[in-house]
């Protein structure tokens, strides 16, 4: 079993910034890819950013130039770096990750963390 814990999230003023912080542990053989989701109050779960194991990365078009996404593969940890935030990015991001718990298969498996909220006052 796969278990990530986000962290960062939190209330921010609009044109502030903040970083989260996801960590996979537990039963881990490697982890392909990893991103960040967000979902808002009465809207869909909509993909913010993703990046594989070998760092190429995949940004929802709206948020290019504001977000970046970052990884470091020894910790097995992914980052969410927010820039110039609006209102609308008020939502509860989730950390995600495609990963192999274990050397026996060669299965992958999608897990996600539980969650943490970011609002945007204005």
């Known amino acids: 079993q796969v278990h990530l814990v986000e962290s960062g999230g939190g209330l921010v003023q609009a044109g502030e910034s903040l970083r989260l912080s996801c960590a996979a542990s537990?039963?881990?053989?490697?982890?392909?890819?990893m991103g960040w989701y967000r979902q808002a109050p009465g809207k869909q779960r909509e993909l913010v950013a993703a990046?594989?194991?070998?760092?190429?990365?995949n940004y929802a078009d709206s948020l290019k130039g504001r977000f970046t996404i970052s990884r470091d593969n020894a910790k097995n940890a992914v980052y969410l770096e927010m820039n110039s935030l609006k209102p609308e990015d008020t939502a509860v991001y989730y950390c995600?990750?495609?990963?192999?718990?274990?050397?026996?298969?060669?299965?992958?498996?999608?897990?996600w963390g539980q969650g943490t909220q970011v609002t945007v006052s204005s």
């Open positions: 995600n990750a495609d990963a192999r718990p274990s050397i026996y298969t060669r299965r992958t498996y999608n897990y």
């Open positions: 537990g039963s881990i053989f490697s982890i392909n890819a």
């Open positions: 990046i594989t194991n070998d760092g190429s990365t």
